[in-house]
T-cell receptor, first 109, second 111 residues
């Protein structure tokens, strides 16, 4: 079955602390993985995708096919990082997106 | 360049009724995807349209149907509404399989 799992509904960290948002997936094909973010009162938007292998707003994510994971990391959290984060998988061919249930990140001052 | 727009913003219907939601793609985009987001859940893929043809479908019954028009705007139709259809409906547009841009959503309440 195709599935994306985000085990934490809520993650609270202090400003300046490292952040890791967990994402595991189940997919028999070759996946494309994404992280989307939704800031308060804003639309859902793409944060990063694994094929670009870039750092956006200090966030990085590495696809680990052995562990079927795509965790999102940032070494030093900022208050403006507080938002809802969704991990998503796109299937090959049909371009169907499967989203996780999301993790709310709260960065405390 | 205008972003993705959706109408209406909110909608209240009763069980058994039919509803049509509309999405206007971002300028230059030829692909539209529709999602259902229930409270506390992530978006669930309903279907995708590419150049007016359905290009992929999630696990939704046939009473969820859609259209994409020559100007690449799109409609989502839901027949025989059920209470569980209450959700936020999102559309997202993209150029081919590139980055998708989301609209603000339509909040549907079924009573």
């Amino acid at each position: 079955a195709q599935r994306v799992t985000q085990p934490e509904k809520l993650l609270s960290v202090f400003k300046g602390a490292p952040v890791e948002l967990k994402c595991n997936y189940s997919y028999s094909g070759s996946p494309e993985l994404f992280w989307y973010v939704q800031y308060s009162r804003q639309r859902l938007q793409l944060l990063l995708r694994h094929i670009s292998r870039e750092s956006i707003k200090g966030f990085t994510a590495d696809l680990n096919k052995g562990e079927t994971s795509f965790h999102l990391k940032k070494p030093f959290a900022q208050e403006e990082d507080s938002a809802m984060y969704y991990c998503a998988l796109r299937t090959s061919g049909t371009y169907k997106y499967i989203f996780g249930t999301g993790t709310r990140l709260k960065v405390l001052a | 360049e205008t972003g993705v727009t959706q109408s209406p913003t909110h909608l209240i219907k009763t069980r058994g009724q039919q509803v049509t939601l509309r999405c206007s793609s971002q300028s230059g985009h030829n692909t539209v995807s529709w999602y259902q987001q229930a409270l506390g859940q992530g978006p669930q893929f309903i279907f995708q349209y590419y150049r007016e043809e359905e290009n992929g479908r999630g696990n939704f019954p046939p009473r969820f149907s859609g259209l994409q028009f020559p100007n690449y705007s799109s409609e989502l139709n839901v027949n025989a509404l059920e209470l569980d259809d209450s959700a936020l409906y999102l559309c997202a547009s993209s150029w081919d399989s590139n980055e998708q841009f989301f609209g603000p959503g339509t909040r549907l309440t079924v009573l």
